[in-house]
């Protein structure tokens, strides 16, 4: 395996608007991620706990970059805080 990182976790929960938004914007976006439904996986639920301190989807994790609970705008807000994440992730600024 090459030295690439990770690919960027997205926890959902299939009932989720917020979650059914997100990952049209990030497949817009031809973001490749690992999506981990925490509703069928309970250790899932967990590795999300403990990464961002609550229970709510979505939830984007890559790196030390994590975004919990977020809608569209407010995952976009928070990379204008983090322009090398959003380089980092080929996510265009103030894209939707």
């Known amino acids: 395996m090459s030295g690439k990182n990770k690919k ?3 926890y959902i929960k299939p009932s989720c608007p917020w979650c059914r938004e997100a990952l049209t914007f990030f ?6 991620l690992d999506i ?8 899932d ?3 999300m706990i ?6 709510m989807t979505p939830t984007f994790v890559f790196e030390d970059f994590i975004v919990a609970d977020f809608s569209v ?18 996510i265009g600024h103030g894209e939707d």
Do not use: K, W
């Open 36 to 43: 981990r439904d925490v509703e069928s996986n309970a250790q």
């Open 27 to 32: 497949q817009r976006h031809g973001l490749d």
């Open 73 to 90: 705008d407010e995952f976009n807000a928070e990379l204008n805080e983090f322009p090398e994440m959003r380089r980092s992730l080929g």
């Open 8 to 10: 960027p976790i997205l």
């Open 45 to 47: 639920m967990s590795a």
């Open 50 to 55: 403990s990464l961002s301190g609550q229970t």
